[in-house]
């Protein structure tokens, strides 16, 4: 399945889809946002997580984003991005 993902509204539109599931989810927001997820998250969290990565990162692009989904900042704490 191929799908176009133009925009940042259209990534969490279907990654909200009730027929794509967390780990379909997450293996588009990692592409779509080139960060990495280390630890398997509930599609809740994965939403919540990738809400607060667009705006905190992408909406007034520097050029520098974290690599991690997750990530707080651009310096990387491993707490920030570990599940508890």
Do not use: W
């Not at 588009?28 to 990495?36: D, H």
């Not at 974290?66 to 704490?77: E, K």
Request: glycine letters at 2%; one cysteine or more; charged letters at 30%.
């Amino acid at each position: 399945m191929q799908i176009q993902i133009n925009n940042y509204k259209e990534l969490l539109e279907f990654i909200k889809r009730k027929d794509i599931n967390s780990k379909q989810a997450t293996e588009i927001v990692c592409k779509a946002l080139r960060v990495i997820c280390v630890f398997e998250m509930t599609k809740e969290e994965l939403i919540l997580k990738t809400e607060n990565h667009i705006n905190t990162f992408c909406k007034n692009y520097t050029g520098e984003h974290p690599i991690f989904l997750g990530q707080l900042s651009l310096d990387i704490d491993i707490k920030e991005i570990y599940k508890s």
